[in-house]
Each structure stands twice: as C-alpha cells, then as structure tokens.
C-alpha cells in the first residue's frame, strides 16, 4: 500500500486559500467603498415610487432595471465622495475604517472604480428605462460630489441642507422610470426627503461632533450649541411631516397614505420634541441621545414611502 506524500507548495507560489482570502478582502474593501447603507436607504425612495407611478405592480424588468441602474449610480457617488472626503474620513473615528483611510484601496484606484461606475449606470439607465431617469441620476451623482462634497461640506453649517438635495432625485428617477415625465407628485415626494435629511444627519452628527469638531467640518451640531440643534431639527420635522402629508391631494391617493403618514408624524414629532428637551437642559449626549431619533428617522423615510406603495391596492 503506498502511502500519499502531502502537496508541497512550489516556491514562489501562494497558497490557494490565502490567494482566496486576498481577493475577498478586496471585493469587500470595493463594496465599502460603495457604502451599501446608504444604498439601502435611497432604493427604500425609489421603487415604492414605482409602484405609487403605476397605481400597482411595475413590470419586474423595469423594476430591475431600475434598481440595478439606481444602484451603480449611488455607488458612484459614494465611491467619488470617498475619494474627495480621504483626508476627512482619516481624522474621524465613526470614518476612519473605511477603505482608503486604511489603505486598502489606493486613491487612483477608487477614483477610476467610482468614474467606471458612472459611465455604466448612465449608460445602463439610459438603454434599459429612459434617458430622463439617467440624466436625473447623472445629475444627483454630480451634485453630490462637486455640490456637497467638494464645495458645500467644508464651507457652511448648512452643507447638509443644500447637500443632502443629491439624496432626494430618487423619487423623480423612480417617477419618470415608469412614466418618462415628470409630474407634481414626484416632486412632493423630492421635498419629504429633502425636509427629512437634516433631521436625519444632524441627529447622526451629534453623536459624532467631536469628530466633524476635529476634521475642521462645520456640521451644525459641531459649530453650534445643542439647544440651537434641537430647535432646527424641530422645525425640519414639522416641515418634513406637513409635506407627507402634502402627498394625499397632489397623489389623488386614498386614505390609507395619508393615515400612516399622520401616525408616523406624530411619532417623529415627538422624537424630535423630546430630544430639543433633552438639548435644552445639557449638552451631554448621554444625556440627550440623539442616535434615538437618527434610527426612527430611518423607519419613518422607509414606512412612510412604502405606504405610499401599498395604497394603490388597499385604498
């Protein structure tokens, strides 16, 4: 019986698992680059539109696609917006692990990923949905990098407000995916998102104010006090929730929409009312714990747009 010599590696070879490993690390470091999260979240405005567009279900190709295209379009923007942010996401904690700051993506390498990505999603949307919906896209993902991430972030403590304008095209692409117009209704829904991001980010950003403090950006809650956060973040919400609700006349949508959306309003009002109480007795984030409503901000967005999915059919 002859026994089976174990396989020796050849010189100068890796072994396949490492070799496996490797390339798996980096994927992984190219898929953060996209920051999927927030991927996530701009989908959650999109396809429910969609269905709201087409008073049902959209064609599964069409949805697709439009996902698909949708999804490479924010990759890019995000990819781009790592490239300009490199020197930003190095001196904060919440950002300091993210591909570059580690080095596990050179900058010329992200920078070709994030403009590959671009091209294709333009061209993707273009071919398979309508040209409308890829120039929309085109334009978010340019607003986003030269707009907030290059001009607005490091200039003003209203970056986020004008910024965050990028992070509310995906109601029009989903519109115009299905319909190749623009009508009012998209646009109510563009101004939901639009109103709903400061209160979103600046929630976020009080967590993290010592770092935007440390990387020299003027995020609100980084150049003024919490009871002044508080009392902004207030008045977005009310904003955000009374353009909601906006939604009913200009949609023709029955009562179902406007039912949750009255429900989810209250509830964010009064997650907003009890963090400016919170921020005018301290400015302890223990204390005031502003990650609370950064979560339900989240929740909202997301029931809040698919109710307007699911009233075509039970309304």
């Not at 490091?154 to 117009?181: D, Y």
């Not at 979103?200 to 950003?205: S, V």
Request: proline letters at 6%; hydrophobic letters at 55%; charged letters at 15%.
């Amino acid at each position: 019986m002859t026994s089976v010599e174990p396989e020796t590696p050849v010189a100068g070879t890796s072994h396949p698992r490492k070799h496996r490993s490797a390339v798996a690390d980096v994927v992984k470091a190219y898929v953060a680059l996209t920051k999927p999260r927030i991927i996530e979240l701009l989908l959650v405005t999109t396809l429910p539109v969609m269905f709201l567009a087409a008073r049902g279900v959209p064609s599964f190709g069409l949805a697709a696609a439009t996902m698909i295209g949708g999804t490479l379009a924010a990759a890019s923007a995000n990819a781009l917006n790592c490239v300009v942010d490199a020197d930003i996401d190095t001196k904060m904690r919440r950002t300091s692990r993210r591909p570059l700051p580690r080095h596990q993506v050179g900058t010329r390498n992200a920078l070709i990923f994030g403009l590959v990505l671009g091209v294709l999603s333009t061209v993707w949307l273009g071919t398979l949905v309508n040209w409308l919906s890829a120039w929309l896209a085109l334009a978010a993902n340019v607003f986003y990098v030269v707009g907030y991430s290059m001009i607005l972030k490091r200039r003003t403590s209203q970056n986020i407000v004008w910024g965050g304008i990028a992070g509310c095209f995906p109601p029009l692409i989903g519109w115009t995916a299905m319909t190749n117009e623009l009508a009012w209704a998209p646009f109510v829904l563009f101004l939901i998102v639009f109103f709903w991001t400061p209160p979103h980010t600046w929630a976020l950003a009080m967590r993290y104010r010592e770092d935007y403090a440390a990387a020299d950006v003027p995020m609100l809650p980084s150049v003024a006090p919490a009871a002044e956060v508080g009392r902004q973040i207030v008045l977005y919400t009310w904003a955000t929730v009374i353009t909601s609700i906006a939604v009913w006349p200009v949609a023709d949508t029955s009562w179902f929409y406007p039912a949750v959306a009255i429900v989810l309003g209250i509830v964010f009002l009064a997650e907003a009312y009890d963090l400016r109480g919170r921020t005018r007795e301290t400015e302890q984030l223990s204390v005031i714990k502003p990650m609370r409503l950064f979560h339900f901000s989240n929740a909202y967005l997301a029931l809040l747009f698919v109710a307007a999915a699911l009233d075509p059919f039970i309304g």
